[in-house]
């Protein structure tokens, strides 16, 4: 065997170590830690990713539509289109209830507090380019549409526009009669101030409205409330009132992420838009036009609910339908998602009420019962499905998730503790069990407590008190409920 000591340099030298020098070197290393003991790269096979992170089997599905969604004639109007093509099922529905929405016009309503608030409705559809079938998807409610046109006898057809870019524009298109100051008239305006919006590319709309001094998104929002409609510019001063807008977009997914910006979110637009994911779920080659019959059938349906529904004044629930729909709001009010997301989803609850009238009076009933109210939060729900699918991930959902575990488990320990006045220091001590949890730790309790006092209504209400140091927080609960 060879001798090590004579192939080892020593440090700073080309000689080989000595036998003493060898000895010493062994016995330094016995002193360090066993070779096992220390950690190792991790090899990684080509192609593989490191996973950093803790392991999470939490992963947002893809968004479906529940059957109970399309209630009544809804739904054979949509098997009917769908038997043998490659149009999306929720795509086609929505198409159907928006241009049903926009041909009523300004006659039902649903009244909230003292607000009347008319049937319109907007969605955006979203999906991957091509593949979406969001094109494909309204074929048949268009053609459906135009037989029963063809059928209303002294009716004035939707007018019905594939472009939108200015607030201007849209305005000029429902203004109101001119006249100059010594009354006589300048302008005729527009008589019928019903206006549907089909925009394939709706990014660009998002887009325009990002520039300076844009009225787009403004007027938009106005539309959607019913509103008096106004240009503000001396030169083409114009206003539009008694206005029934409805507006269908259509957008990629990757593109809506892009362009939609936090100000189109907070400032209300984003959440007057529903947004409703569309890809198809089957191959057809050669798709096939749907049966003649039945689009005779569905357009003479379509016409007798377009002319009961303009005849509509309220829409009502039965008693039954009141019970539930309290159970309802309280529950949609109650959900939690990540700031954004809650901000999207604001207007759950109007729409919930928006949709239930509509699929009544689409299948020619006139007043809301709990089974539409269920198909109603069946669209809510993929509503929210499919925003946070596009919008969130996984991760920020589930860290929603356990948030919002831990605000309800800080309002049960101040309850616990008395309800009135409960030091910061014993709530953090009960829910953190003296912080011998591994989580929450002291910051997420500090964060979930000033969740809570930033809902809607609050959860619990603080006070600052001064002691002979540092000031510090007692905490009491909110009213709940109808109180």
């Known amino acids: 065997m060879a001798d090590l000591s004579r192939l080892v340099p020593g ?24 070779v096992d003991d220390i950690p190792k790269p991790k090899r990684k096979r080509r192609g593989q990713q490191e996973d950093e992170g803790e392991f999470s089997d939490y992963v947002l599905s893809r968004p479906e539509l529940h059957n109970v969604a399309l209630f009544g004639i809804l739904r054979d109007m949509v098997d009917a289109a769908c038997a043998n093509s490659e149009a999306v099922r929720p795509t086609v529905a929505i198409h159907i209830l928006a ?31 091509a593949k979406g079938r969001k094109g494909t998807s309204t074929e048949m409610p268009s053609e459906m549409y135009r037989l029963m046109e063809a059928r209303m006898v002294g009716g004035v057809p939707l007018r019905k526009l594939t472009a939108l870019a200015t607030g201007e524009g849209l305005i000029h298109m429902v203004r109101d009669p001119l006249h100059d100051h010594e009354g006589n008239l300048l302008d005729g305006g527009v008589e019928d101030k019903r206006l549907l919006f089909d925009v394939s590319e709706f990014a660009g709309v998002l887009a325009q409205a990002r520039r300076e001094a844009a009225t787009i998104s403004t007027v938009l929002r106005d539309a959607f409330d019913g509103v008096k409609l106004v240009t503000p510019t001396k030169t083409s001063f114009c206003e539009a009132s008694d206005t029934h807008i409805v507006v269908i977009g259509s957008v990629p997914e990757t593109e809506i992420v892009k362009t939609l910006t936090s100000t189109d979110i907070t400032n209300g637009l984003a959440n007057r838009f529903p947004m409703f994911y569309s890809t198809r779920d089957k191959i057809v080659s050669m798709p096939k036009a749907t049966d003649p019959k039945l689009m005779d059938r569905f357009a003479e349906h379509l016409s007798w609910a377009i002319y009961e529904a303009s005849k509509q004044a309220q829409v009502c629930m039965d008693a039954d339908a009141l019970d539930y729909w309290d159970e309802i709001y309280h529950a949609l009010e109650a959900k939690t998602h990540p700031p954004a997301i809650a901000a999207l989803l604001a207007r759950q609850s109007t729409y919930t009420l928006i949709f239930a009238a509509l699929l009544a009076l689409l299948n020619r009933q006139a007043v809301v019962s709990r089974d539409h109210l ?10 929210e499905d499919t925003t946070l699918f596009v919008f969130s991930n996984g991760e920020q959902n ?16 101040i309850a616990t503790l008395g309800g009135v006045k409960v030091k910061h220091s014993d709530l953090a001590n009960k829910v953190t069990n003296k912080y011998q949890k591994a989580w929450p730790l ?24 001064a002691t002979g140091g540092r000031a510090s927080n007692l905490y009491s609960l909110g009213p709940q409920g109808d109180e």
Request: charged fraction near 25%.
């Open 374 to 383: 269920d198909a109603a939060l069946a669209w809510v729900q993929y509503w």
């Open 398 to 413: 589930e860290q929603a998730i356990k948030m919002k575990g831990l605000k309800d488990e800080i309002v049960q320990a």
């Open 11 to 34: 440090a700073g030298s080309d000689a080989p170590m000595s036998a003493d020098e060898w000895d010493g070197l062994l016995t330094s290393m016995k002193l360090l830690k066993g």
């Open 442 to 465: 002291a910051k997420d309790v500090k964060f979930a407590m000033e969740l809570l006092e930033r809902e809607s209504p609050p959860r619990i209400y603080s006070e600052t008190v």
């Open 99 to 129: 241009r049903f929405a926009a041909t009523i016009g300004r006659t039902a309503y649903i009244q909230i507090g003292d607000q009347k608030r008319h049937l319109r409705m907007n969605a955006l559809i979203v999906g991957p380019t």
